[in-house]
């Protein structure tokens, strides 16, 4: 009799539920990571399990809507440009602020754009100013000019960039990652589309982050106001409270679920029983055959 070996490691985002893995060198300085493989339902859940960073949709009425994505993704969450208050608040913490002399931070994103027509700035995953938030005070955004001019628009406490930044492509999966660093009265942010350094900005910032939510899918603006969500869906998004090398970001590009907890090791009779239990396709390492034991 055959056993099928099924493999360690995940070929798909892990099912909600998996737990992360705290002893893997990507969770130091972790401090939120939503799969956003809930798949239904009006909240999405922190990976690190913490309770103040999993508050839910911002308004019950403007829902993004739950979607498949591409193989490797399962799902995500749809966003429409043309509704406001759509978005994912992850909540408010100071551990996802960095508007004081010293702090340093990373942000990332998985994403999927869709553009249709022109529509200016719009957020993938955002911490709102203190006070003012008529913008986005530390956020991964584009600004879509046209469906063949999107670009990648890093924004710091006061510093952007616009038409100079990276270009991508439009109906397809990007992965954009920004490591800030706040020098006090300067900053900087340096740029990563799919898992490769385009640029460092530098000047001049100001301002305060303090008492703000973090947001997936939209910026927080005057009051509990959500705008600027991108004609885009998100599958994953995650901030660190410390500079990730570019070595650890390119692994973030790689394998998207390095620090998740494995796969268990199962063993089945035939890849059709393997398939029937798992929600996912399953890896197929091996095939062995037991070693039965001679008394």
Known sequence: MAILQV???WAQKPPYGTSINRAHPLV??????WLLNEAAGNHAFNALGRQDMSVGFQSATSLPTW????????????FVSSVTDQAVN????PDFDCDSSGKTCTMEVWFYYNSTSAGAEKTLFAKAFGTSNSSPAMALAVIDNSPTNIRIRPVFLGLNQN??????????????????????????ASVYVNGIFHNTISGAISGSMTGSAL???GQ????SVVQESPDATIYKATIWNRVLSAAEIFACYANPWAMMQPPRRFAFTSAA???????FPPVITSFKRPVLSQD
């Open 220 to 223: 927080q603006r005057t009051g």
């Open 7 to 9: 493999g360690r490691t």
């Open 163 to 188: 038409n100079s930044a990276e270009l991508f492509t439009n109906n397809a999966l990007t992965h954009f990652a920004c490591v800030f660093t706040n020098s006090g009265t300067t900053g900087s």
């Open 90 to 93: 992850c909540g408010v913490s």
């Open 67 to 78: 979607v498949a994505g591409p193989a490797q993704f399962n799902n995500g969450v749809k």
């Open 273 to 279: 029983a393997a398939s029937s239990y798992f929600p």
């Open 215 to 217: 947001t997936i899918g």
């Open 28 to 33: 130091q300085g972790m401090v939120g990571m």
